[in-house]
């Protein structure tokens, strides 16, 4: 049965396609991608492994900035569609030697600007700790033009929600949302209704999804 407007996409399969530590290993642009960007620890593996329905796809770590690659995952939906999610290397290494940071830098500016399946950033924000200016600058970035790839549309993402009390959960996203000046999803991987909700919007950005509402750019 085809989806339904408003419903929520249907993982049917999701796997590990592949990992890229340089440009030139990067997989040949097929399809739609969505990719999470984020500081280290802020959730971004635990997210893909909610969102992708998958208990250990993504690998999680206590251990920040252990991830220096992009790695791929390819999603299956129940209508068939195909959509990739792309996990990005934690930003927010004050330990790094400079020559590693700009390794770090050549390799997901060069991701983020000329990639033409693109189609979405999720920028994932500490709901506790807010954007700083690693985002801010993440933002500027993607906000230029780029020459080869199509206008992105950026999501930002309050994660941990859970840990913030039920009372200041609002008011908290609230403060991204106006310190960015964008809308944000406030989420929790041990929220379902939640992640249902940015799903949507992901489906949504990925164009892929039926008669999708307008999403702001
Ligand atoms: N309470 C809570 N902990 C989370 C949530 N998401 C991630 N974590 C924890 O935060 C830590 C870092 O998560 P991880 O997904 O590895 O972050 P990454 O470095 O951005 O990939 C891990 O200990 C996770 O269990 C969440 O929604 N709620
Ligand atoms: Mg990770």
Known sequence: MPPTPGSTPRVVDARYLTSASSPNQLPPPVGV?????????????????ALMGRRNLARTSRTPGCTR?????????ADGALIRFVDLPGYGYARRSKSERSEWAG???????????????ALLVDARRGPEVEERDLIALLSEPAASRKPLVLLAVATKLDKVAASERRPAVE???R?????????????????????R???TASGLAPNPAPVQR
């Open 179 to 199: 310190d960015l000046g964008r809308p944000v999803a406030g989420v929790s991987v041990t929220d379902a209704e939640r992640l249902d909700a940015l799903w």
């Open 201 to 203: 919007q992901l489906w």
């Open 33 to 49: 991608e969505i990719a999470f960007a984020g500081r280290s620890n802020v959730g971004k593996s635990s997210l893909l492994n």
């Open 175 to 177: 403060r991204i949302r």
């Open 107 to 121: 390799l997901i500016e060069t991701y983020l600007k000329d990639r033409v399946t693109l189609a979405a950033v």
């Open 69 to 77: 690659l992009i790695s791929f995952f390819e999603v299956k939906l």
